[in-house]
């Protein structure tokens, strides 16, 4: 029988039982625990592919002319935007993702923070503990049935989004070049054919896009102006995709009522106003 495949854990995983129980007696499974290229040099000469999850922020030029026995990198997750692909393509390095990678859970938190903001849960939290609550704390919440629900990208995540706000009655629009025509037919929503179209008629903007060089800082103080005085704007998607600062002038202004943020531009935060 041949050696088995050596199969390396960058990063995030401190146990592979999962792992193992698939490949079975095909690899063997080694856990780097890694948080930069740096720590996976001397590793990297006799792998036969790697998991990558999100703890390395890059993985480039540098690791992959050492990985010299590497044929696979699969990130572990939706993106492929912490890998060079024309590093990896240039050695013959086949990168693969996680396209179904938490479909429901990343569109029911999109939704949490949709409506924890909408529906002022941290005011209206802070105001009770501090025994002072009063109708006024949340008077200007909107009803959201009919209000307009702006999503950026319509894949699997968005399309799971969709189909929880029209259950709250919402006016469900998207952008998304990718996406086939007649598919917002076949679920009910509307398309839209440019991005300033969705975000100036959008109370709420949902991003669900990935992260590459035509996303990075899709969302800016250009964009940001378009949408509605008073929006809401909700990123699960890439902290990339929104430029960070200019995000903050825009909330600090009232320009926008609230972002919901589950990923920033830059981790950890070193911002204290978010």
Same mark, same amino acid.
């Given at each position: ?19 193992? #129980?698939?490949?079975?007696? %095909? ?10 290229? %740096? ?29 010299? $026995? ?6 572990a997750g939706v993106g492929t935007n912490n890998v060079d692909l024309k590093a990896a393509g240039d050695r013959g390095i086949l990168v693969c993702n996680v396209p179904d990678?938490?479909?429901?859970? @990343? ?26 609550? !009063?109708?006024?704390? @949340? ?26 706000? $029209?259950?709250?009655?919402? +006016?469900?629009?998207?952008? +998304? ?7 917002? $037919? ?9 991005? +300033? ?39 699960? #998607?890439?902290?990339?995709?929104? !430029?960070? +600062? ?27 106003r978010l």
């Open positions: 029988m041949s050696a088995p495949f050596r199969v390396l854990i960058a990063d995030f995983l401190d146990e592979h039982e999962v792992e193992s #129980a698939v490949l079975g007696p %095909l690899a063997e499974i080694h856990l780097a625990r890694a948080w930069n290229e %740096l720590e996976l040099i001397d590793r990297l000469p006799s792998i036969d592919a790697m998991l990558l999850y999100h703890d390395i922020p890059w993985l480039g030029e540098s690791s992959l002319s050492r990985a010299e $026995k590497c044929r696979a990198v699969v990130r990678y938490g479909t429901e859970e @990343v569109a029911d938190h999109a939704m949490l923070l949709l409506l924890a903001i909408v529906r002022q849960l941290r005011p209206g939290d802070e105001a009770i503990r501090a025994g002072v609550w !009063n109708f006024q704390t @949340v008077i200007e919440s909107p009803r959201l049935r009919g209000k307009t629900l702006g999503l950026v990208g319509c894949g699997r995540i968005g399309t799971a989004m969709a189909l929880r706000a $029209k259950a709250f009655g919402l +006016d469900v629009a998207f952008y +998304d070049p990718h996406v086939p025509p007649g598919y917002d $037919k076949a679920i009910g929503i509307r398309r839209v054919d440019s991005l +300033d179209d969705l975000l100036a008629q959008s109370l709420i903007v949902s991003l669900h896009c990935y992260l590459d060089e035509g996303s990075q800082h899709l969302i800016n103080a250009r964009t940001l102006a378009i949408m509605p005085k008073g929006s809401i704007l909700v990123n699960t #998607a890439r902290g990339g995709v929104v !430029n960070q +600062d200019d995000l903050l002038q825009a909330l600090d202004s009232g320009h926008l009522h609230g972002a919901g943020l589950d990923v920033c531009e830059r981790e950890s935060l070193d911002d204290d």
